[in-house]
């Protein structure tokens, strides 16, 4: 079955970076886009950054834009979203999310908390 494994998250400080990765299996990743979503407290989830198959195309939410870049390597089954100039409101849980054979597929997602 599909697994998406997320990881790199944890406490910075305003100003700082982290590199988040998301480790896919049970799928030939190389075929599908993938995206990175977030979820802060009592907000809906939303789609942060996606990047197509072939890593041809990508884009990114408005308040991301120029601060976060997604990347993926389809040899290690594994997306990227480096994160930088992190601000307190980019604090949620990032998710790692494809589209499988018609189904949306989650990770279990990890706490990004920007913070001094």
């Known amino acids: 079955q599909v697994q998406l494994v997320e990881s790199g998250g944890g406490l910075v400080q305003p100003g700082g970076s982290l590199r988040l990765s998301c480790a896919a299996s049970g799928f030939i990743f190389s075929s599908y886009a993938m995206n990175w979503y977030r979820q802060a407290p009592g907000k809906e989830r939303e789609l942060v950054a996606a990047v197509t198959s072939d890593s041809g195309s990508t884009k990114y939410a408005d308040s991301v834009k120029g601060r976060f870049t997604i990347s993926r390597d389809n040899a290690k089954n594994t997306v990227y979203l480096q994160m930088n100039s992190l601000k307190p409101e980019d604090t949620a849980v990032y998710y790692c999310?494809?589209?499988?054979?018609?189904?949306?597929?989650w990770g279990q997602g990890t706490q990004v908390t920007v913070s001094s």
């Open positions: 999310n494809c589209r499988v054979r018609g189904r949306s597929e």
